[in-house]
């Protein structure tokens, strides 16, 4: 059973249906890509006993769950107290991206490196808060804000105005909270380990492109684009951030009575000091999971069981293929802000590349945009060149009149590839 909606679930999905381990495949509420590679079934995710019912009902022997809001709520716990294996963390180890104040501050007790910060519960508290810290600033929502909750204030003025907003409602409950952080410099990139809890293994790594303008100009979106691997992040640094970031984390889960099972998923600054942690995920990006399942090549479904089952250390070591995948999210006009839903679309004539579902429905028989992101057009090449050229053939096959891309996903290699 795969829990989720979205494009990193489609990627799940037809990664999961490759697997001679998995013979039936069901979804949760899924999406019309989804339903080409699973059975659809509608349940209610936040009711945990009719989850359980339909798994012992349907013999499911494993549970994926795609996106961070059902570990957070704790699906993971239940299921797991109904003997039911399940990929992803329970509720008190999901707060690793449940609460970004929660992960700092293991961070500091763990001393793993990562941004100086002060965390503060209250709007008078933020802004005094302010003077620790010089421009610009990195005003952060606590809670879980779809990937939203992180703003950039180049001035006093601006992120006095991001305390207000945040503390005034403006991210829902996430904005309960606050963690005003150290602006970091560097390039980041995302890193990714396997963990049953006890013994961790290496994931792949990927780019992401959060920004909705090309040239990385905008508000931060959920990410418009990723390609994976990471070619900055060289093999000496992951080995550094492994051994100084995620091994330590695992660790200190598990001697505090949260162990971790799952992925995690490491958002990195690469500083001049070495890699710093700017924040944890608790299940795979999105877009950065299309990317990632593009290249693995090996048996999701055996791994992920074998996680969920603490035998992660029987299981083949993750394989991927050498080439490059780069994807381009196509989102409806007016995202992040408004985004434009119902906007018909074509997907007939794209060719040379794979195309995930984010945000789509089907309506009378037509595919339609019914969310921000609407596809990822995922292409692999030799290169990010060629991989960027190939997945932008196949956007400009798409039709949808009422979306929009970025054009540059992926630009930093490729000026690296080109020498400028």
């Not at 679930?9 to 039936?24: I, V």
């Not at 570990?71 to 294996?85: E, H, K, M, Q, T």
């Not at 030799?382 to 949808?400: C, E, G, L, P, R």
Request: proline share 5%; net charge negative; hydrophobic share 45%.
């Amino acid at each position: 059973m795969l829990i989720g909606s979205g494009g990193r679930e489609h990627a799940l999905a037809w990664k999961l249906a490759q697997s001679p381990n998995c013979d039936t495949l069901f979804a949760t509420p899924g999406n019309p890509g989804i339903a080409e590679e699973a059975d659809l079934v509608a349940l209610n995710i936040s009711d945990h006993a009719a989850v359980i019912s339909f798994c012992a009902g349907h013999d499911v022997g494993l549970v994926v769950v795609g996106p961070e809001a059902p570990l957070v709520a704790g699906l993971g716990d239940s299921l797991r107290d109904a003997g039911i294996p399940v990929f992803g963390p329970n509720q008190k180890a999901a707060q690793l991206e449940g609460s970004k104040g929660f992960t700092k501050d293991i961070c500091a007790a763990a001393g793993i490196p990562t941004a100086g910060y002060f965390r503060h519960d209250s709007k008078a508290s933020a802004l005094s808060g302010l003077d620790a810290f010089q421009a610009p600033y990195v005003i952060k929502a606590d809670g879980l804000a779809a990937g939203k909750g992180v703003i950039i204030a180049e001035t006093r003025i601006d992120a006095e105005a991001a305390i207000e907003d945040m503390f005034g409602g403006g991210f829902g409950d996430a904005g309960a909270s606050v963690v005003i952080e150290e602006f970091m410099t560097g390039e980041e990139a995302s890193f990714f380990a396997l963990t049953d809890g006890r013994d961790v293994v290496a994931f792949g790594s990927a780019q992401d492109h959060k920004r909705v303008g090309d040239g990385d100009i905008g508000p931060n979106t959920g990410g418009m684009g990723a390609y994976s691997p990471a070619i900055v992040l060289t093999p000496a640094l992951q080995a550094e951030v492994m051994d100084c970031i995620i091994k330590p984390t695992v660790a200190y889960m598990a001697a505090h009575d949260m162990p971790y099972s799952g992925v995690l998923f490491a958002g990195l600054m690469l500083t001049d000091e070495g890699p710093k942690l700017i924040e944890y995920n608790a299940r795979f990006g999105d877009p950065e999971c299309q990317v990632l399942m593009t290249r693995f090549d090996g048996d999701l479904a055996a791994l992920m069981l074998a996680v969920a089952t603490g035998k992660l250390s029987e299981a083949a070591t993750p394989s991927f293929s050498p080439d490059t995948a780069l994807t381009v999210v196509m989102a409806a006009n007016g995202y992040p802000d408004v985004p434009q839903k119902g906007g018909a679309i074509d997907l007939a004539d794209v060719s040379g590349a794979k195309v995930f579902h984010a945000g789509t429905a089907e309506v009378d028989g037509q595919l339609v945009a019914a969310g921000g992101r609407v596809l990822n057009v995922t292409a692999t090449g030799a290169n990010v060149t060629d991989a960027q050229a190939k997945a932008y053939a196949a956007v400009d096959q798409v039709i949808f009149p009422d979306g929009f891309c970025r054009r540059d996903i992926g630009w930093r290699e490729v000026a690296r590839e080109a020498g400028t």
